[in-house]
């Protein structure tokens, strides 16, 4: 399967975006995808999971402003987040792998491209 993650941009603090993570070549339905991010300098880090059934899991920074979910008959997996800080600027990827939950960036098989999002303070 194909990933591409689109969306990201420059906004102010506080402000929202959603990210998107398209699949081709196969249906996204029977995978889970997680959305990663990494930051000048850091390392990649997790950010949300979801499962195949729409089950999901959160890093703590991303409670309560992130939302994560898809629409599996559009093959896409979408990363709502709301009230964003300007540590939230990262590259964010969506990656997929077909059994597992997991937040180890290495458990998945499948990545996107990754895109940029910069939060201006």
């Known amino acids: 399967v194909q990933l591409q993650a689109f969306g990201g941009g420059l906004v102010q603090a506080g402000g929202s975006l959603r990210l998107s993570c398209a699949a081709s070549?196969?249906?996204?339905?029977?995978?889970?995808v997680a959305w990663f991010r990494q930051a000048p300098g850091k390392e990649r880090e997790f950010v949300a999971v979801i499962n195949w059934g729409g089950g999901t899991r959160y890093a703590d920074s991303a409670k309560g402003r992130f939302t994560v979910s898809r629409d599996n008959g559009k093959s896409t997996v979408y990363l709502q987040m709301n009230s964003l800080k300007p540590e939230d600027t990262a590259v964010y990827y969506c990656?997929?792998?077909?059994?597992?939950?997991?937040?180890?960036?290495?458990?998945?098989?499948?990545w996107g491209q990754g895109t940029q999002v910069t939060v201006s303070s």
């Open positions: 990656a997929a792998n077909p059994s597992r939950v997991s937040i180890q960036a290495g458990s998945y098989d499948y």
């Open positions: 070549g196969r249906t996204l339905s029977t995978y889970i």
